[in-house]
Each structure stands twice: as C-alpha cells, then as structure tokens.
C-alpha cells in the first residue's frame, strides 16, 4: 500500500522530539512510524497520512520544538517512491490487534 505523505522532523536533542512529536500527533490525523537517531543529538521522527494533514502537522510540530530546541530539519514528500520502504521505520501493530 503506498504511503499519500510522509513527513519528517530532525532536531537537536529528544526533548525538543518529544515536544514536536507530541504537537504532530495532536495536530492532524498522522500515524508516527518510527524515530532514529543520527548521532551527536540528531534525532528525527517519522509519520505518515494524507498530505494536507502531514504538512499540517510538522508545520505545527516545527514550532513546537523550536520553542524548546533546535529544529535541524522539517520536510513533507507527497506520494514518496515505494522503492524508499525498505529504508522507512514500519509502523507499530495498532494496541488490541493481532496478526492473522
């Protein structure tokens, strides 16, 4: 199934993840799929949804995590190339729900 958007959020340090991740999340209707970490404090989170809910959100969690860090990098791709899956955090099973 292809993915409408992703976006992403780099920053310096978690906290300021943890306050753009929690703004994301309550912004827009997005999935969070995954965070890595980079080194030297780069972290950056991953979430996917429809596009205009997407830019919305890390519009929204850009600010936040300005307000308390450093935003390294905020970037939306509308309808990215399957070919980029293999190299994307999966999305965690949803609470209450079993594989079959």
């Known amino acids: 199934m292809a993915i ?6 780099e920053t310096k340090g978690l906290v ?8 994301i999340l309550k912004a827009a209707n997005v999935e969070m799929t995954g965070w890595e970490r980079a ?4 972290v950056t989170v991953f979430v996917r949804g429809d596009v205009a809910s997407v830019k ?5 969690g850009s600010e936040a995590a300005s307000k308390v ?18 190299v994307l955090p999966k999305a965690a099973p949803k609470a209450g729900r079993t594989k079959q």
């Open 4 to 9: 409408e958007a992703l976006g992403l959020l």
């Open 16 to 23: 300021a993840l943890l306050e753009g991740t929690d703004a």
């Open 39 to 42: 080194g030297a404090g780069l």
């Open 56 to 60: 919305a959100a890390i519009d929204a």
């Open 69 to 86: 860090g450093a935003v390294v990098s905020a970037h939306v791709i509308a309808r990215p190339h399957e070919s980029l899956a293999p």
